[in-house]
């Protein structure tokens, strides 16, 4: 029975790892004062200091970018991915 649940946690660990490709954050980065969209899960230290997401597209990050209060208009060199 114990190795039947270490084989699960094993499989949905790994699916999990494998369903975070293709997905987009939006990200409040301190150092900029701007925020950006990544394409990699973002840590929440230094000059993050805050993260919204994960959305399926970028389209739907754009679209949350620009509702999010915090963050300024964005610029036309916003457009470009990010990774964190």
Request: net charge neutral; charged share 20%.
């Amino acid at each position: 029975m114990k190795l039947l649940m270490l084989a699960g946690c094993i499989l949905v660990t790994t699916a999990t790892a494998g369903l975070a490709d293709g997905l987009y954050w939006v990200v409040g980065n301190r150092a900029t004062s701007r925020c950006e969209i990544v394409t990699g899960n973002p840590v929440i230290s230094g000059h993050i200091w805050f993260s919204d997401g994960p959305y399926t597209s970028r389209a739907d990050a754009k679209l949350a970018r620009s509702t999010i209060g915090a963050c300024p208009k964005p610029g036309p060199d916003d457009d470009r991915d990010t990774a964190n």
